[in-house]
């Protein structure tokens, strides 16, 4: 069965704190990516990677960054969290093969104060 | 261009009823067009997806409609019931990246 997980489903970060989420997924999958999701606004693309040690910046990337060391595992960096990155996070990779299906995590809810 | 605009942003449906969900779009780089389902706490799901060269595509109870000459696309939910209740999202892709609609809270009611 497909998974993509991300490790922290809730998180509580202090203005100016460096904060890690992580994602991996079991699926073999090239392609992942990071996308913010806030009500109104719907799933907005921050960066997204298409091969180790490959990115490319999404829609909205100023204030993240990101890291993708192993195919299976793809990180992205709040360098210093700001109130106006409180959000959802949420985590998807895909081939791009058959049915072009992204597979979302769960979502990681970041609460900056 | 990368936009996709989505209306509306609620739905109230009757059970039974249909429930219409409309997206347009710009890019005419766009090459595929998947609707999402999200349940509250999960994330989104695959529900349906059309590609442009074919003007309608049926799964169940789910419609997609496609009009290409208008660049808009849109999903019917025949017999809605409660447990449709969710957000749906409508996307279009261009090369590796997918573009989200700002997404519909759907409520049916029982």
């Known amino acids: 069965d497909v998974k993509v997980t991300q490790s922290s489903r809730y998180l509580v970060k202090r203005t100016g704190e460096k904060v890690f989420l992580e994602c991996v997924q079991d699926m073999d999958h090239e392609n992942m990516f990071w996308y913010r999701q806030d009500p109104g606004l719907g799933l907005r693309l921050i960066y997204f990677?298409?091969?180790?040690?490959?990115?490319e910046k999404g829609d909205i990337p100023e204030g993240y960054s990101v890291s993708r060391e192993k195919k299976e595992r793809f990180s992205l960096i709040l360098e210093s969290a700001s109130t106006n990155q409180t959000s959802m996070y949420l985590c998807a990779s895909t081939l791009w093969e058959n049915t072009g299906e992204l597979f979302f995590g769960e979502g990681s809810r970041l609460t900056v104060l | 261009q990368q936009q996709v605009k989505q209306s509306p942003q609620s739905l109230i449906v009757q059970k039974g009823g249909i429930s219409i969900i409309n997206c347009a779009y710009e890019n005419t780089a766009f090459d595929y067009f998947p609707w999402y389902q999200q349940f509250p706490g999960k994330g989104p799901a695959l529900l349906i997806a059309?590609?442009?060269?074919?003007s309608e595509k049926k799964e169940g109870r789910f419609t997609i409609s496609f009009n290409k000459s208008a660049k808009q696309f849109s999903l019917h939910i025949m017999d809605s019931q409660p447990g449709d209740s969710a957000t749906y999202f409508c996307a279009a892709r261009n090369g590796n990246k997918l573009v989200f609609g700002a997404g519909t809270i759907l409520r049916v009611k029982s």
């Open positions: 059309i590609r442009p060269d074919v």
């Open positions: 990677s298409y091969d180790v040690k490959m990115k």
